[in-house]
């Protein structure tokens, strides 16, 4: 990891355990375990500091969930296999501080437009990801699906983390009905 | 509007536009139009007060919902009538302080075990408005529908939060995927 990677992932988890409000240079150099002066070099202000934890975030996700479903490749035979799959993924992903750390920038992103293309490219990897996915699955209209299973996850992650419920089986539910609509709608 | 009542809807504005941290008697009072005093007797700690802004907008909202769903019984005929009328009324709902509001207290609860019994509260309200709207447009099997329908209206609403995108048809597109699913789902 290097001291960037380190920094971004420190101020993921401090705005996840504080907000963005409790989101103070000393905190994150203390939890990356750098310098103050090594933050202030690598991020000039705070709105950069937050873009590139966000894009740093998504790209480390997206690039394990698409190693995740290259494994899978030949043993998913059914909507089904696919839907529990993504559960079993999302049961494991603990939805620790810096998961929290990104739903506050997003909510952030709603007050502070210049945050806007850094939140576009961030849903537009998911789609990406999630179009990849689908498509290495088998799935007929991988495209079509893809911003809609992104919603599905990003709604039900949210009301896990709002409730506290560490059930994942409702994911996986609404993943079979909506895969099984985008196989029948119109294709 | 009872004085309890601009006090809610007060403390969600303030919290859009400020965060949770931002969040302060003076300001909440100042945007009220109320006293301290009145503010502190109607609501004895910042918990109390962000699980009951919390109640208060999803009954308010979920009765809107309702309302609208009855007036609409009888001139839907398909499910894309009904992904229409809910992609007109989320493009008319617009996303101001008060929804950034609403999802702070979401991510706040994520941190405060104390918030849990109302967000659980607030969902369960969002199905149960969701699987009276199916019913009474006329939707096979409204319950087993509902909380996924919540799912991707909730992530579909957070992203256009976070990226300014203003546009709604994807979610109309989704619900549609989703209800073609629930529809030929296992019934």
Redesign the interface.
Known sequence: VTTREAILHAALRVI???????LTNRLVAKEAGVSLGSLTYHFASQTDLLREALLSFVAGETERIEQLAESLVGSVHSTQDAAAHVQRALSEMA?GREQ?GV?????????D?E??AA??RC?AAYDSVATTVLSLLGFPSPE??A??V???????Q??R?????ADTE??A??L???????G??GT
Do not use: C, K, W
């Open positions: 996840g355990e504080h907000g963005i409000a409790g939805l929290i739903f506050e920038v997003y909510v952030q992103s709603a007050r437009p945050l806007h939140t576009q849903f079509r699906a911003r809609h992104v919603a599905l996850i990003a709604g039900s949210i009301r983390l709002a409730t506290g419920d409702h994911i539910a609404g079979l009905m909506l895969l099984n609509g985008a029948t709608v």
